[in-house]
Nanobody, 123 residues
Framework: QVQLAESGGGSVQAGGSLRLSCVVS????????MGWYRQAPGKEREGLAS???????SYADSVQGRFTIAADNAKMTLYLQMNSLKPEDTAMYFC?????????????????RGQGTQVTVSS
C-alpha cells in the first residue's frame, strides 16, 4: 500500500520560511504526478504545486514565486520550499501522488495522500 509521510511543518512569523518534506514508499508505478495541496478551516482545498516524473512543474498563482517544489527520485522524496510566508498560508499541508503524470497540474485530487502537516504563520 502506498504510504506518504510529511514533515517540516510548524509555526513561523510572516516573512519567514519553512521546508516541507514527504517520503513516499511502496509506490508501484514508474511515472508519477506528485504535489502539495492545503486546506484551512472553513476554506476549500487548494492545489499549490506539482511535479511529474518528467520534471515539469506547475504552481498556483497564490504561491508562484514564493514556493518551490522539488523531487528526489532516488529517495522518492518530495519537497516544498516555502519563502515569504503570509498569515493566509496558514493551513494543513498535504503531499500526494498518483500515476497520472500528464495533465498533472497543481490539483488537489490524487489517488494517495499523506496525513498532513500543520503550517501556522503569525503576523
Amino acid at each position: 500500500q502506498v504510504q506518504l509521510a510529511e514533515s517540516g511543518g510548524g509555526s513561523v512569523q510572516a516573512g519567514g520560511s519553512l521546508r516541507l518534506s514527504c517520503v513516499v514508499s511502496e509506490y508501484p508505478y514508474s511515472g508519477y504526478c506528485m504535489g502539495w495541496y492545503r486546506q484551512a478551516p472553513g476554506k476549500e482545498r487548494e492545489g499549490l504545486a506539482s511535479i511529474n516524473s518528467d520534471g515539469d512543474t506547475s504552481y498556483a498563482d497564490s504561491v508562484q514565486g514564493r514556493f518551490t517544489i522539488a523531487a528526489d527520485n532516488a529517495k522518492m522524496t518530495l519537497y516544498l520550499q516555502m519563502n515569504s510566508l503570509k498569515p493566509e498560508d496558514t493551513a494543513m499541508y498535504f503531499c500526494a501522488i498518483d500515476p497520472r503524470q500528464y495533465g498533472c497540474g497543481h490539483r488537489y485530487n490524487y489517488d494517495y495522500r499523506g496525513q498532513g502537516t500543520q503550517v501556522t504563520v503569525s503576523s
